[in-house]
Each structure stands twice: as C-alpha cells, then as structure tokens.
C-alpha cells in the first residue's frame, strides 16, 4: 500500500492536535494524580 508524501506530517499534525486538547481538558493532572495512587498502593501506604 502506498502512501502519499503527505502522510507523515498530517500524522504529526494530527497527534500535536490530539496533545493539546489533552492538555485542554486537563488530563495530565488526572494521570499524575493516579499514577501516584497506584505507587502509594504499591508500598502498602494508600
């Protein structure tokens, strides 16, 4: 299947979108936030 030239930088154009969105919504402080839980689970504190 080929591709055309295009194709790698609508890909990157499309995945800087979907980033900044995330970071619209606020999701890395929902990530940060259960990535901690999960470690404090881990060690037998939370």
């Given amino acids: 299947m080929k591709f055309f030239r295009g194709a790698p930088f609508i890909i990157c154009i499309a995945g800087a979108a979907l980033i900044a969105f995330?970071?619209?919504?606020?999701?890395?402080?929902?990530?940060?936030?259960?990535?901690?839980?999960?470690?404090?689970?881990?060690?037998?504190?939370?």
């Fill in 22 to 46: 995330g970071l619209m919504r606020g999701e890395p402080a929902l990530v940060w936030a259960k990535a901690v839980r999960i470690c404090l689970e881990c060690i037998g504190i939370g």
